[in-house]
């Protein structure tokens, strides 16, 4: 159901990358020429194995890496014009290690450090820090000092610092690493929430399961090009471009794709969905 | 970019690559020795001009020695440029202005001692150049440093690359939460830094938990006498090397100190 890139209205993007290009000073070219169009409101899984350029794309959207060449456009002017500061306030940008980020000595002024930078008036810190608490659901642990606390936790604290800036689009990389199912699954509902509010999300990460039941758009990245550009059913029935990723499908779907010949249909991608299709093929015969 | 420069070493097949590395630790000391015994700006100057040559035969690439030389250079700049302003003995005085007197020989000790500064920092690049990290620990540890300073030192050699890549994301990270570390005067640049230096220091002190846990469960300090997988051999070409070492030593000392001749 989503329709090809290019055919967006302008309007409606907030990101728009044309021919990009990126080269690492070493000489390693780490991205060949993407064309990506993301909406307001998206939420989009960018997918790929170790290398396939994921995460440098992920840095090329809020400016932390210029282009080498082509273009990277958010909001309307391109990030080659804007300081990563300025940015921050529109692309946010949660790291894959919280240890990178945290340093103050409560969750609270974690939380406050990025709105502060962008020199937002104390009312509207403390009302976007308030908010960004309770997005992380984080009440309990506001004077406590985040290098103590455990790693699911800190990894929200670190995403609340980044939601406290109040982005449009909140890109993370790989949040659930690390995580027992109980905190991953609570931290993706509260992003899911946060889509629903019209946050657009942006997820760099292995964990097809999470992707599964979670993105509406998933992009197979490999050797620094976008193989595809899909919704989940579309990536998890083409096995071929899976494998060519080195990415497999959520255990459900592996288990719809054996239960194939049996009529159940292969693009199956929860539980849910894979019971209801047991249930009409069982009751049928 | 740190990566790249932090280890100094270059593989190649030159004399200096296969001189063992206790013969090049106890060269770069003597050539550091007469560094300061040599008075004689000429000398010095001969001296520098022996240091290039070998780097030049370390087959140091330009870029290294360029890089090499720039820290080096300030110094030496400073050191000529600061000399006369503090030393204004002797004659004949070239300017004065108030207490301030500029005099020749106050700018000839000057630029002195810039080579000598020049010669004993550049020095140590024909042993970082030519020697792997670790083959400089196994030499200290041959000459007698213990084994664990040795490990250590092998470590930090090891993690500095590591920390450099660690350093850069953290400042990503934290320029992603609108952090502009050169904003601001002195006070408040220094102050932006504590959003880098404390995460770096924390990481820093988990892996090094980590790393001291690894090293445990790889039986690390199980039996004092532990064997090695290389050792070090002198070869006659070793002990040649030495032996020009300790002339090109002992005569100027001879020189100076017995004979007081000045040099």
């Known amino acids: 159901m989503i329709p090809s890139a290019h055919g967006i209205p302008q309007e409606e993007k907030i990101i728009s990358t044309r021919n990009l290009k990126f080269t690492y000073e070493g000489g390693v070219q780490a ?28 840095k090329t ?23 990563v500061a300025a940015l921050a306030k529109v692309v946010g940008y949660a790291f894959q290690n919280p240890d990178h980020q945290l340093f103050c000595s409560s969750v609270e002024d974690e939380v406050r450090f990025g709105p502060q930078n962008l020199g937002y008036s104390e009312q509207e ?19 406590v000092a985040p290098l103590s606390l455990r790693l699911g936790e800190r990894r929200r604290v670190s995403i609340a610092s980044v939601i406290a800036m109040d982005p449009q689009v909140l890109i993370l990389d790989e949040p659930t690493t690390g995580l027992d199912s109980g905190e991953s699954l609570e931290l993706m509902d509260r992003l899911k929430r946060l889509n629903g509010e019209g946050k657009t999300i942006i997820l760099i990460t292995h964990d097809m399961k999470v992707v599964a039941e979670h993105a509406r758009r998933v992009i197979v990245m490999a050797n620094g090009r976008m193989i595809l550009d899909s919704d989940c059913r579309g990536v998890f029935s083409d096995l071929a471009i899976l494998g060519e990723s080195s990415l497999e499908p959520p255990p459900v779907t592996k288990l719809a794709h054996r239960l194939a010949k049996h009529g159940i249909s292969p693009d199956v991608v929860s539980a849910e969905e894979l019971v209801v299709q047991l249930m009409k093929s069982g009751g049928g015969g | 970019m740190m990566g790249g420069f932090i280890d100094l070493y270059t593989e190649a097949d030159t004399f200096l690559h296969r001189m063992d590395p206790r013969v090049k630790i106890v060269a770069v000391l003597f050539l550091s020795l007469l560094a300061f015994i040599l008075t004689n700006l000429t000398l010095l100057l ?23 030389l720039k820290f080096v250079l300030r110094f030496m700049v400073l050191i000529v440029v600061l000399w006369p ?13 108030g207490p301030l007197k500029i005099t020749e020989p106050a700018i000839w000790r000057g630029v002195t001692s810039a080579v000598r500064v020049g010669c004993l920092a550049t020095v140590w690049y024909i042993l970082m150049f030519t020697t792997s990290q670790r083959d400089l620990v196994r030499a200290l540890v041959k000459i007698g440093v213990r084994f664990d300073f040795g490990l250590t030192l092998a470590i930090s050699l090891r993690f500095l690359p590591t920390f450099g890549a660690l350093i850069d994301s953290i ?3 934290q320029r992603a939460r609108g952090l502009e570390l050169s904003k601001g005067g002195l006070l408040k640049r220094s102050r932006n830094y504590v959003a880098v230096l404390v995460p770096t220091i924390v990481s820093a002190l988990r892996t090094a938990d980590t790393l001291s846990l690894a090293l445990q469960s790889r039986a690390y300090g199980a039996r004092a006498d532990r064997t090695y997988l290389r050792d070090l051999n002198m070869r ?13 030593l002992v005569l100027p000392i001879l020189a100076k100190f017995v004979m007081n001749v000045a040099i």
Do not use: C, W
């Not at chain 1, 403390?126 to 309990?140: C, F, P």
């Not at chain 2, 003995?89 to 070239?94: A, C, D, E, R, S």
């Open chain 1, 125 to 143: 810190v403390r009302q976007k820090v308030e908010r960004a608490i309770e997005a992380m659901n984080l009440d309990k642990l506001r004077s």
């Open chain 2, 85 to 97: 302003i503090f030393d204004p003995t002797g004659t004949p005085v070239l300017a004065s202005l």
């Open chain 2, 171 to 173: 400042k990503d990270a």
């Open chain 1, 31 to 58: 991205l060949h020429g993407l064309n990506l169009d993301i909406r307001h409101g998206d939420y989009v899984a960018i997918v790929g194995g170790n290398g396939s350029g994921k995460t440098t794309l992920a």
């Open chain 2, 46 to 68: 001969a001296l520098l001009v022996l240091i290039f040559v070998l780097l030049f035969l370390a087959r140091a690439t330009i870029t290294r020695t360029v890089f090499a």
């Open chain 2, 236 to 248: 006659s070409s070793d002990y040649a090397t030495l032996a020009v070492l300790v002339a090109l």
């Open chain 1, 61 to 83: 959207l809020n400016g932390l890496l210029k282009p080498t060449s082509g273009t990277v456009v958010v909001n309307g002017r391109p990030t080659s014009e804007q300081k």
